[in-house]
Each structure stands twice: as structure tokens, then as C-alpha cells.
């Protein structure tokens, strides 16, 4: 009977170990996936605004506040 009880707590000890970290690099892939995604999804919402409307209105051009005169030097209109 001794051996059944050996064996009972070796299995008892093998389920209760914390499960063995994961090999190197994983969490790094992992990262790099996830990045992937979010720059696919920041360059997804990008093109839907330069699509919008107010993307596509021409902006007024601005008025020039400065002119040159004659004389090299500048003057306000």
C-alpha cells in the first residue's frame, strides 16, 4: 500500500506546480501582433476621415496681411 500512496502524493504534487513559464520571445511576438492591429486600426480611421466631407472642402485661401512696395519695403493695406 505504500507505493499507491507514493504515487497519490506525486500526482498531488505535479497537479498543484504552477504551470512552466512560456519559452522567450513569446511575450514579444504577442506585442508585436497587438502593435500590428493597432496600427492597422489607426490607419484604418485615418482614410475614414481624409473620406469625410469636411476633409474634401477646399480651405479659403488667407488673405495676405503684408505687401511689398515699390521700394523693397512693406507696407499694410
Known sequence: MA???????????????ADSPPPPGIGQRHQA?????AQRRLLDQAKQLRDTQWHREPTPTPTTLCLRTSDGTRGHR
Open 3 to 17: 507505493i499507491w500512496s507514493e504515487l497519490r502524493d506525486i500526482m498531488r504534487w505535479l497537479l498543484r506546480r
Open 33 to 37: 501582433a497587438e502593435q500590428a492591429v
